[in-house]
């Protein structure tokens, strides 16, 4: 629960995670200067590329957790297709569907504790005014972790309604899905008393 990082080892384990950090911001950033299909193409080449340098397994587990982000293209294919600007849409969706991409394979190829010391050297700074960098750090932290885990959490609930029921399940999720996530996040706080707390 703790961590994202893919067993499998590949180069990017090697590179320091600030500078893995600092190329995902590079990268977001320009994403959104990019309007032409070639460089937008180009764009989802690149972390395809590096998922795939890793291995078969590497790129198996990097395509499930692709899988919560397809709900999402599809809502914009039907919006743009209603709206009738469908080449907008598809500039969305390739940003999107990139950006994930690359914060997934940073995520799968960098240590939670090294990404924990590059927020607290970027938040050193807030201990002047009081602010415990060490805890905001694993905050941001355990949020970045938690969200492809609480996206494949809803995914198996969705999937256990199905099973039960013919009805969609809509909203009928979300009071299972918060108690999931509470029930996580207890165990994620138990981890962290045992380990002597936040630091």
């Known amino acids: 629960?703790?961590?994202?990082?893919?067993?499998?080892r590949t180069a990017l384990h090697g590179v320091?995670?600030?500078?893995?950090?600092?190329?995902?911001c590079g990268?977001?950033?320009l994403l959104f200067r990019l309007a032409s299909p070639g460089a937008l193409a180009l764009a989802v080449v690149i972390p395809a590329g590096l998922i795939a340098s890793g291995g078969p397994q590497?790129?198996?587990?990097?395509?499930?957790m692709l899988v919560p982000l397809w709900p999402f293209l599809a809502l914009l294919a039907v919006w743009h297709g209603?709206?009738?600007d469908l080449a907008q849409g598809a500039a969305v969706g390739v940003r999107m569907l990139a950006a994930v991409a690359a914060a997934n394979l940073v995520t799968m190829t960098t240590r939670l504790s090294d990404m924990l010391a590059v927020l607290e050297t970027l938040l050193a700074p807030l201990a002047r005014v009081g602010l415990p960098a060490?805890?905001?750090?694993?905050?941001?932290?355990?949020?970045?972790?938690?969200?492809?885990?609480?996206?494949?959490?809803l995914t198996q609930i969705r999937a256990a309604f199905a099973a039960r029921s013919a009805r969609k399940p809509g909203w009928r999720v979300l009071l299972p899905a918060t108690l999931a996530a509470l029930d996580d996040a207890e165990h994620v706080a138990e981890a962290l008393r045992a380990r002597g707390g936040a630091g």
């Open 58 to 64: 590497f790129a198996a587990q990097a395509a499930r």
């Open 16 to 24: 320091p995670a600030g500078v893995k950090l600092a190329g995902l």
């Open 134 to 153: 060490a805890r905001v750090a694993l905050v941001l932290a355990l949020v970045i972790r938690f969200i492809p885990v609480l996206a494949d959490r």
């Open 27 to 29: 990268f977001t950033v």
């Open 82 to 84: 209603w709206t009738g």
């Open 1 to 8: 629960m703790l961590t994202l990082t893919s067993p499998v």
